[in-house]
């Protein structure tokens, strides 16, 4: 039977894989704390609690970035030790990344806090690959139970230029976006794509991979950006009815006042960013699209830019 070089690879490295530190006693299958391990880490110290609990390892998914980067994934689950009234009794406490030879590459910590139905705050985890620009990725996203709706973690790592798993700089952080960037590799794929809910539409924000800061940035190129709409936008009809003046171009010229109506309605075409999109310390994350004052739309056959704060003369619900 023949085998490819990437197949040969991954059967190696599942073969050999024999985590120093960690494999000595089958810990990894078999549940019973590990002995430490040295490496780079990001730990969150979980919150101390009263009620009674353990906490160990199950085996997770192994995953092969490159034919030659193997990396395996696993969890440290806290279980209580009498079950709730709700059954909630498990929550993830810890998840690990480590190469074949069983380096720790990376963890991270969740808090736990424990009421009478079992853990308030319990985290689902998920991991993915994407690839842009050629350029392979892991992707981690977490959520919590008591997190705002719609909020999301994630972490995004890949290799330096020494080949190294490192942590993208900066964490993707934020209320009402996600990644949409498939998990389908694509070589011609350049961006990371977030959606971010403006109040009106969400805004597409492409990211691309500064490699020299191992950092991603937001690639504002011709400053047009791409905009998703579930369906057209119904107008709110006005006592004084609803108008607003199109523009040929962002901050440009009128080229006509539309006049509408409650049966008139409203398709996001695209947005125009004139300034720098706001971002909250070291996250690459909008925290304020005051920057997005222009967007182009289509009504009742109609083509042409409207300035937001002109949103409510023509009747678009209210923003938020």
């Known amino acids: 039977m ?11 490295a599942l073969l050999i ?29 979980a919150a101390d609690t009263a ?20 990396v395996i994934v696993r969890k440290k689950i806290a279980t209580l030790d009498t079950l709730t009234p709700s059954g909630a009794n498990e929550a993830i406490s810890l998840l690990e990344f480590l190469d074949a030879q069983g380096v720790l590459l990376y963890e991270q910590g969740f808090p736990l806090s424990i009421g009478d139905s079992g853990f308030n705050e ?12 050629g350029r392979p990725f892991l992707l981690l996203e977490y959520s919590c139970d008591s997190t705002a709706p719609g909020f999301h973690t994630y972490r995004l790592f890949t290799l330096d230029a020494e080949q190294r798993l490192r942590q993208v700089t900066a964490p993707l952080d934020g209320i009402n976006g996600e990644i949409i960037t498939p998990a389908v590799p694509s070589p011609h794929r ?19 991979f500064d490699p020299k800061q191992h950092a991603l940035v937001i690639d504002y190129g011709k400053r ?25 171009k962002p901050a440009g010229k009128v080229k006509e006042t539309v006049q509408a109506s ?25 925290s304020d699209v005051g920057a997005v004052k222009w967007l182009e739309i289509d009504i ?19 923003s938020g």
Request: hydrophobic residues 40%; proline residues 7%; aromatic residues 12%.
């Open 262 to 286: 409650s049966a008139s309605r409203v398709k996001f075409l695209r947005a125009y960013v004139n300034g720098e999109l706001i971002t909250e310390g070291e996250l690459p994350w909008v």
């Open 122 to 133: 319990p985290c689902t985890t998920s991991l993915s690959q994407r690839a842009i620009a």
């Open 190 to 208: 350049k961006y990371l794509n977030v959606r971010l809910w403006t109040g009106y539409f969400d805004l597409v924000i492409p990211f691309v």
């Open 51 to 70: 009620a009674s609990f353990h906490e160990a390892y199950v085996a997770g998914s192994i995953l092969q970035l490159t034919p030659q980067y193997t």
């Open 300 to 318: 009742d056959g109609k083509r042409g830019w409207l300035n937001l704060d002109d949103a409510a003369a023509l009747g678009l619900p209210e």
């Open 17 to 45: 894989y024999t985590p120093a530190g960690v494999a000595a006693d089958d810990s990894l299958f078999t549940g019973e704390e590990p002995a430490a391990v040295t490496g780079t880490t990001e730990a969150e110290p």
């Open 2 to 12: 023949k085998f490819s070089g990437q197949m040969r690879a991954l059967l190696c």
């Open 224 to 248: 047009y950006f791409a905009v998703e709409q579930y369906q057209p936008a119904q107008l709110r009809p006005l006592p004084d009815g609803n108008s607003a003046a199109l523009y040929d």
